[in-house]
Nanobody
């Protein structure tokens, strides 16, 4: 069974940094492409960052609201994707989710959501 797990959220003061991690469980599975999303209370879930597959060069994309402050990256050896968040603002407060395209060594088997991790930025 595929399980995608995020970690790294927490409470930080404005201007601070956090690094979120997303990993897929199971030695036969790996993350192909991935998107980082966030959802604040009363708001729709929004896409904040993407990272493409290794075969596509792991290229990244960002929402305008986080460009220059957030960086998505991957550690292929650890089968983990990260979201480094710097210069955090109170408006970055949200539950952050990863949506991973999972690869089983032969083919993509679908998109899976993590359970979410809370990020709270105090002013």
């Amino acid at each position: 069974q595929v399980q995608v797990v995020e970690s790294g959220g927490g409470l930080v003061q404005a201007g601070g940094s956090l690094r979120l991690s997303c990993v897929v469980s199971g030695s036969t599975f790996s993350i192909n492409a991935m998107g980082w999303y966030r959802q604040a209370p009363g708001n729709q879930r929004e896409l904040v960052a993407t990272i493409s597959s290794i075969s596509s060069g792991s290229s990244t994309g960002y929402a305008d609201s986080v460009k220059g402050r957030f960086t998505a990256s991957r550690d292929n050896g650890k089968n983990t994707v990260y979201l480094q968040m710097n210069s955090l603002k109170p408006e970055d407060t949200a539950v952050y989710y990863c949506n991973a395209e999972v690869y089983n060594g032969y083919e993509n088997i679908g998109d899976y959501w993590g359970q979410g991790t809370q990020v709270t930025v105090s002013s």
